[in-house]
């Protein structure tokens, strides 16, 4: 008969919930950081999609001190980082607005973000849809408290953006 040490039992239970620890750990570490891409037929584009002017809203005065120039500053940057040339395109079919608002006293604040496409140029009739349409699409926005800081709300603007931009390249890539 074998003897029974507890002290190997301790430590197997320890190396176990070690691994257990660093196995959930991992998974989840992986699982946030990638951002899944989707295909939707209204984010695909006529021509270059490689070229996409963002519109950011009129964004009030607030005590965050978040301006309209910081968040369009900022898709700027995050379309440059993925490709995309943050610039109108030769014919304006499409563009992104980003639709922030924010609270004046800087207590909370919400980032939407959309594809639009003139409706002529997509064969739309703009007498009945009007000048502009948006197609079906993914949900892009996120809502937070401003409170915190610039960095913070900019941080938001920043993955609702990523989000997006990996919806949009993957429709639009064959």
């Known amino acids: 008969m074998r ?4 002290d190997r039992l301790i430590g197997f239970l320890r190396f176990a919930n070690l691994f257990l620890f660093f196995s959930v750990f991992s998974f989840l ?3 946030v950081q990638s951002v899944d891409a989707r295909k939707f037929g209204g984010l695909k584009v006529h021509g270059d999609y490689r070229t996409l002017e963002p519109i950011v809203s009129e964004i009030p005065k607030n005590r965050s001190g978040v301006t309209r120039a910081d968040v369009l500053e900022r898709v700027r940057q995050k379309l440059w980082q993925s490709g995309i040339k943050p610039e109108r395109p030769h014919y304006k079919t499409h563009f992104l607005e980003v639709d922030f608002v924010i609270l004046s006293g800087g207590t909370a604040f919400t980032v939407e973000v959309s594809l639009k496409k003139m409706a002529q140029a997509y064969g739309y009739d703009p007498g009945e849809v009007g000048k502009v349409v948006t197609l079906p699409q993914g949900k892009y926005g996120m809502f937070g408290n401003a409170r915190r800081d ?3 709300v900019l941080e938001v603007v920043d ?8 919806d949009y390249k ?3 890539l064959n």
């Open 3 to 6: 003897n029974f040490s507890f």
């Open 29 to 31: 570490f992986f699982a």
């Open 150 to 152: 610039k960095s913070y």
């Open 159 to 166: 993955e609702v953006v990523d989000e997006f931009i990996a």
């Open 170 to 172: 993957d429709s639009n």
